[in-house]
């Protein structure tokens, strides 16, 4: 299973970001599909998770500023970020796992490369 994460960039506070994750390997519907997030310094984060019937794992703190949705068509997954803060600057990685969906990195079995985000004030 291989995991590519696109669409990291620059953008200043209060933008937006859509962020993909491509899957190749095996049929991403079969895969529980997370985010998750680290900046320097920092332990890998968890972002949000989606299941393969569309469920959905949301962190402690739910912020509702960030959506992810799966498109089994393209074997692909995303994550729409909105009114993007300075704090949200970190290294965006695209998790998948055949079995379990978890707030914890261990868990989870593939990892893409990730893909930078950084937000200017």
């Known amino acids: 299973v291989l995991l590519v994460e696109s669409g990291g960039g620059l953008v200043q506070a209060g933008g937006s970001l859509r962020l993909s994750c491509a899957v190749s390997?095996?049929?991403?519907?079969?895969?529980?599909m997370g985010w998750f997030r680290q900046a320097p310094g920092k332990e890998r984060e968890f972002v949000l998770a989606?299941?393969?019937?569309?469920?959905?794992m949301y962190p402690d703190s739910v912020t509702g500023r960030f959506t992810i949705s799966r498109d089994s068509a393209k074997n692909t997954v995303y994550l729409d970020m909105n009114n993007l803060d300075t704090e949200d600057t970190a290294m965006y990685y695209c998790?998948?796992?055949?079995?379990?969906?978890?707030?914890?990195?261990?868990?989870?079995?593939?990892w893409g490369q990730g893909t930078q985000v950084t937000v200017s004030s």
């Open positions: 998790a998948a796992d055949p079995l379990r969906i978890s707030r914890t990195p261990r868990t989870w079995e593939y």
């Open positions: 390997g095996t049929t991403s519907s079969e895969l529980q």
């Open positions: 989606i299941n393969w019937s569309g469920g959905i």
